[in-house]
């Protein structure tokens, strides 16, 4: 029976893949629009792609060195850097995959708005759904099938874990480099654009529109599919070692009498069973008769959860001897997500109080809309961590510290639903940049606007729904991390780790821990800040010596702009990148495993606060300044056509808001999981 069900995961997978192929073979065969619409999705296909290919090849070069080094220095090496490598490789074409897509979807959803609302959601989301259920299906497929390649059996669970760091550090790199490119094309874009000159987003006239188009994909889309492939696989992964651990009689199950047998392969079935009903949710999304653009998808998000919440029950009751703690642990993590979409919509939706006092705020100038930004995004830190909280204690009292592995492989089974709500936001951005640049009628733009706005919200909930997963996943690689130190010191006969608030090296890991994440957000921040410098620069020296660029009787140089921040993400993301994976191994060898614990301990803290704060203030900021141009407060121009100073306040908080949401925040994410990672599987060394 348990070699059946070994390879139901790596089947699952496979299955996944070809739905999402299905769903490419619907989209590529639609109309492409008329010839300048294409010419203008080429132009941020070819930026896109030439990004992406220079960024892959400079992670490379980190990737190779640090597969020789494991392979040299650990114990079972071999594997750990063959794990390592395919991770790499799947993650890097998890964001290869769904920026593909993406910059193929735009145009397609662009001339679907020409027939209506209803056609360009259904080309968007599925364009989106092609990301999350290929990003779940490889994650799945990738970590099982090295899983049965390595063995299959509790021992040859810890060879795995190079397929984890592999994925955290591609992550990592795509976070950060992603990040970097769309933000400091995105800022710089408007603050001359829109702030200076005056005209609209997406005006073929700015120099610096095609590099913020391109920059949509290679943040919002091939990062985020990168990020989500690790978050997926770190976080299945951190419930297959504490599986082991119960296997082997290392830690128990409360209230389990036998059955424990199948504690590793129970996350992949979850996860199996999760890309199934994903799929099946993906269908259900469809413009209803309320004409909701949310409720339509969050109609396939309830189908995916209530089918996922039936099947994980019989799964328990077939693998699990129907332990109903396990049972209560998965419907923690699927109820999480529950409650972190809600909350991430409250703080970051048009509709709600947050963003619209944050328009309010933007009367007086744009030092009050920052303020009350500030203030919102802190706010919003609050309940999400009551949430998690919640859920770490009942499932920790329904099935120990595996239930919490349990709850947090629940709520990443259902990754490829949430995605596809996240991935359609890159889609929609793009449409109605290349309905603007075409010069399409108004009655498009009145299509593809409303679904840009749910597209800021959709991304927001689901790196609130990211950020919560790593802290569940976090903490049980936190716990695989204590005990296994823990085995070694017995092992050696060196007594056990003890972390205690009165030991000074506990203190200090905690201090150097919590302080990463704050380090880390300021190169980021300030990346962006000088990458948007020179874009700013570059576009202001066009309009000066470029004559006829205003009137439109002179093209701009889109490429210089696409150039410029190309390099400078490039070079900005090494700094921030070696932070992550060094800060770890130079605590572990100086102050010893017991500094490194805390380390932990802190960084998984205040970087899940600093993220949440940064994503949910960011995406509040953006849909304030959204709210008022849609006619709210003025609007973008006053009666008399003047420029609206309420908008000009609102445009300086989102240029704020724009890197927390997009570079510094989700790339906290990976940053926790690289430096668990890290952690877990250099112990030997550090004892």
Same mark, same amino acid.
């Given at each position: 029976? /348990?070699?059946?069900?070994?390879?139901?995961?790596? %089947?699952a997978g496979i299955i996944g893949l070809v739905f999402a192929a299905c769903l490419i073979r619907y989209i590529l065969r639609l109309d492409t629009g008329t010839e300048k619409m294409r010419f203008i999705?080429?132009?941020?296909?070819?930026?896109?792609?030439?990004?992406?290919?220079?960024?892959?090849?400079?992670?490379?070069?980190?990737?190779?060195?640090?597969?020789?080094?494991?392979?040299?220095?650990? !114990?079972?090496?071999?594997?750990?850097? *063959?794990?390592?490598?395919?991770?790499?490789?799947?993650?890097?074409?998890?964001?290869?995959?769904?920026?593909?897509?993406?910059?193929?979807?735009?145009?397609?959803?662009?001339?679907?708005?020409?027939?209506?609302?209803?056609?360009?959601?259904?080309?968007?989301?599925?364009?989106?759904?092609?990301?999350?259920?290929?990003?779940?299906?490889?994650?799945?497929?990738?970590?099982?099938?090295?899983? #049965?390649?390595?063995?299959?059996?509790?021992? @040859?669970?810890?060879?795995?874990?190079?397929?984890?760091?592999?994925?955290?550090?591609?992550? /990592?790199? &795509?976070? *950060?480099?992603?990040?970097?490119?769309?933000?400091?094309?995105?800022?710089?874009?408007?603050?001359?654009?829109?702030?200076?000159?005056?005209?609209?987003?997406?005006?073929?006239?700015?120099?610096?529109?095609?590099?913020?188009?391109?920059?949509?994909?290679?943040?919002?889309?091939?990062?985020?599919?990168?990020?989500?492939?690790?978050?997926?696989?770190?976080? =299945? %992964?951190?419930?297959?070692?504490?599986?082991?651990?119960?296997?082997?009689?290392?830690?128990?199950?409360?209230?389990?009498?036998?059955?424990?047998?199948?504690?590793?392969?129970?996350?992949?079935?979850?996860?199996?069973?999760?890309?199934?009903?994903?799929?099946?949710?993906?269908?259900?999304?469809?413009?209803?008769?309320?004409?909701?653009?949310?409720?339509?998808?969050? +109609?396939?998000?309830?189908?995916?959860?209530?089918?996922?919440?039936?099947?994980?029950?019989?799964?328990?009751?077939?693998?699990?001897?129907?332990? #109903?703690?396990?049972?209560?642990?998965?419907?923690?993590?699927?109820?999480?997500?529950?409650?972190?979409?809600?909350?991430?919509?409250?703080?970051?939706?048009?509709?709600?109080?947050?963003? $619209?006092?944050?328009?309010?705020?933007?009367?007086?100038?744009?030092?009050?809309?920052?303020?009350?930004?500030?203030?919102?995004? /802190?706010?919003?830190?609050?309940?999400?961590?009551?949430?998690?909280?919640?859920?770490? %204690?009942?499932?920790?009292?329904?099935?120990?510290?595996?239930?919490? =592995?349990?709850? &947090?492989?629940?709520?990443?089974?259902?990754?490829?639903?949430? #995605?596809?709500?996240?991935?359609?936001?890159?889609?929609? @951005?793009?449409?109605?940049?290349?309905?603007?640049?075409?010069?399409?009628? $108004?009655?498009?733009?009145?299509?593809?606007?409303?679904?840009?706005?749910?597209?800021?919200?959709?991304?927001?909930?689901?790196?609130?729904? &990211?950020? &919560?997963?790593?802290?569940?996943?976090?903490?049980?690689?936190?716990?695989?991390?204590?005990?296994?130190?823990?085995?070694?010191?017995?092992?050696?006969?060196?007594? $056990?780790?003890?972390?205690?608030?009165?030991?000074?090296?506990?203190?200090?890991?905690?201090?150097?821990?919590?302080?990463?994440?704050?380090?880390?957000?300021?190169?980021?921040?300030?990346?962006?800040?000088?990458?948007?410098?020179?874009?700013?620069?570059?576009?202001?020296?066009?309009?000066?010596?470029?004559?006829?660029?205003?009137?439109?009787?002179? $093209?701009?140089?889109?490429? +210089?702009?696409?150039?410029?921040?190309?390099?400078?993400?490039?070079?900005?993301?090494?700094?921030?990148? %070696?932070? =992550?994976?060094?800060?770890?191994?130079?605590?572990?060898?100086?102050?010893? !495993?017991?500094?490194?614990?805390?380390?932990?301990?802190?960084?998984?803290?205040?970087?899940?606060?600093?993220?949440?704060?940064?994503?949910?203030?960011?995406?509040?900021?953006?849909?304030?300044?959204?709210?008022?141009?849609?006619?709210?407060?003025?609007?973008? +121009?006053?009666? @008399?056509?003047?420029?609206? !100073?309420?908008?000009?306040?609102?445009?300086?908080?989102?240029?704020?808001?724009?890197?927390?949401?997009?570079?510094?925040?989700?790339?906290?994410? !990976? /940053?926790?999981?690289?430096?668990?990672?890290?952690? *877990?599987?250099?112990?030997?060394?550090?004892?």
């Amino acid at each position: 029976m /348990l070699d059946f069900l070994l390879y139901l995961p790596p %089947l699952a997978g496979i299955i996944g893949l070809v739905f999402a192929a299905c769903l490419i073979r619907y989209i590529l065969r639609l109309d492409t629009g008329t010839e300048k619409m294409r010419f203008i999705a080429n132009a941020i296909q070819e930026g896109a792609m030439a990004y992406l290919n220079r960024q892959y090849k400079t992670i490379a070069i980190i990737a190779v060195v640090i597969a020789i080094l494991l392979a040299v220095a650990l !114990p079972n090496g071999l594997e750990i850097a *063959i794990g390592f490598s395919i991770g790499a490789f799947m993650s890097a074409a998890a964001g290869y995959l769904g920026m593909n897509i993406s910059v193929r979807s735009n145009v397609r959803c662009a001339n679907a708005a020409k027939k209506g609302l209803g056609e360009a959601l259904n080309v968007a989301f599925r364009g989106g759904a092609v990301t999350g259920i290929s990003v779940a299906s490889l994650a799945l497929l990738g970590i099982s099938g090295l899983y #049965i390649l390595f063995g299959g059996t509790y021992q @040859d669970v810890g060879k795995v874990v190079g397929f984890g760091f592999g994925a955290s550090l591609i992550s /990592l790199f &795509a976070r *950060i480099g992603g990040g970097i490119y769309t933000k400091a094309a995105d800022v710089g874009t408007d603050l001359v654009g829109k702030v200076e000159a005056g005209i609209p987003e997406d005006d073929p006239r700015n120099p610096g529109v095609i590099a913020d188009n391109v920059g949509d994909n290679v943040g919002d889309c091939a990062g985020m599919a990168a990020d989500l492939f690790e978050t997926y696989a770190v976080t =299945a %992964l951190s419930a297959m070692l504490l599986g082991a651990l119960v296997i082997g009689g290392k830690i128990d199950i409360p209230g389990m009498v036998g059955g424990s047998g199948n504690a590793i392969i129970y996350p992949l079935i979850l996860g199996s069973a999760a890309i199934i009903a994903s799929m099946i949710g993906v269908l259900f999304v469809k413009l209803g008769k309320d004409r909701g653009i949310m409720n339509a998808m969050y +109609r396939g998000v309830l189908v995916s959860g209530i089918l996922s919440a039936v099947l994980f029950y019989f799964i328990t009751l077939n693998l699990m001897n129907g332990h #109903i703690g396990l049972y209560i642990s998965a419907l923690v993590g699927l109820l999480v997500t529950t409650a972190m979409v809600i909350i991430t919509e409250y703080y970051t939706s048009t509709k709600f109080k947050p963003v $619209k006092d944050i328009a309010h705020a933007s009367i007086t100038g744009p030092g009050t809309n920052v303020i009350t930004g500030m203030a919102v995004g /802190l706010q919003s830190t609050a309940l999400p961590v009551i949430v998690i909280s919640a859920g770490i %204690l009942v499932s920790y009292y329904s099935a120990g510290l595996y239930g919490i =592995a349990i709850a &947090a492989a629940a709520m990443l089974s259902v990754t490829g639903i949430i #995605i596809a709500i996240d991935a359609y936001g890159p889609i929609t @951005d793009n449409a109605g940049g290349i309905a603007e640049m075409a010069e399409l009628p $108004k009655e498009v733009r009145d299509v593809t606007d409303p679904l840009d706005a749910v597209g800021n919200t959709t991304k927001a909930v689901t790196k609130g729904y &990211a950020i &919560a997963s790593a802290a569940l996943g976090a903490l049980a690689l936190y716990a695989t991390y204590t005990i296994e130190v823990d085995n070694i010191l017995a092992e050696r006969g060196l007594g $056990k780790l003890v972390l205690e608030l009165s030991d000074p090296l506990v203190l200090v890991g905690l201090f150097i821990g919590g302080m990463i994440p704050f380090l880390f957000t300021s190169f980021l921040m300030n990346a962006v800040g000088r990458a948007a410098f020179h874009i700013v620069e570059e576009i202001r020296r066009q309009f000066r010596e470029i004559k006829g660029i205003m009137d439109g009787t002179a $093209k701009p140089e889109y490429g +210089r702009c696409v150039d410029i921040v190309t390099i400078a993400a490039q070079r900005e993301m090494i700094v921030p990148g %070696l932070l =992550a994976v060094l800060a770890p191994i130079l605590v572990g060898f100086i102050l010893g !495993p017991v500094a490194l614990g805390g380390l932990l301990m802190g960084v998984i803290i205040s970087g899940l606060l600093l993220a949440l704060q940064m994503c949910t203030g960011g995406a509040a900021w953006d849909n304030a300044k959204k709210y008022i141009e849609s006619g709210n407060l003025g609007g973008k +121009r006053l009666a @008399d056509g003047s420029k609206n !100073p309420t908008h000009a306040a609102a445009v300086v908080g989102d240029t704020v808001g724009d890197p927390s949401k997009d570079t510094a925040g989700p790339a906290l994410n !990976p /940053l926790i999981k690289v430096v668990n990672m890290i952690a *877990i599987l250099l112990i030997p060394l550090f004892i």
